[in-house]
Each structure stands twice: as structure tokens, then as C-alpha cells.
């Protein structure tokens, strides 16, 4: 009897294990699948600072996005490293990002500076068209 209920348990919370894991793994295809559709390769992501005041974003780092065989990776404002698209935006600890396209083309993202330490008055030009932004990312 003792096997059988423990069986029976140990089933029961398998079910619920890989009912979570696949409800997560679908959450996060159909965020890349939203990201995917709407950003083109070169597009700019802004990402902030977890400053402690959930009000107010302060966005300071940005980085380019490249899009390749179907994934999104993120060149750092340097150009130097290339990460995948969520791993730049855990690594961010503030969950917040804003993606924009450049609709100038003369503007150039790695002549803005830092004003009151955040490129805020940059998404705020009218040489960028805001695409999409995520503000719930799981870390």
C-alpha cells in the first residue's frame, strides 16, 4: 500500500514539474517570438539601472542588436562583446530595457553621452522611433 501511494505521488509531482516547465518554456518562446518580429538588426536597447526607486528607470547602458540565424544577440556600447539578447538583460539587474530604431540616418548612438547618468534624453530624439520595451524580466 505504502508503494503504491508513493508511486501515485511521486507521479503526481511529476506531472506538476514538468506542467511548470513547460508553461515557462512557452512564456519565454512567446516573449522572443514578440522581440523577434518587431526588431531588426541594428536596432538599439537601452537597458537600466535597478536604482531602488521603481517609479523611475534611469537608462544607462545601451547596446546594438544583431540578429542572426533567428537570435538576437546585443553588441555592447563598445563593440567589443557580443551577448545573447537575455543574457545582456539579466545581466542588467533592473529588468528594464527600450528598444528603438534609428529613424535618422545620420544620427550616430556612440557620440551621445550620459546626461544626468542615463541616456534618457536620447530615447526621448526625434531620430529614434521607440519599438517595444520589457519591464519584467526575470533575473
Known sequence: MKTKFTSIFIGVLSIIALSWLFFKHQEDASLDLIFDKKIIDGDLVFRSVNTGDSDVAHYN???????????????????TMKRSFQDWVKEGNGGHIKVYSMKSLDFDINKQELKDGTYNHVMNSDALVFITENKQVEN
Open 61 to 79: 547602458e545601451f547596446g546594438i542588436i544583431e540578429k542572426s540565424l533567428g537570435k538576437l544577440y546585443v553588441w555592447d556600447n563598445q563593440n
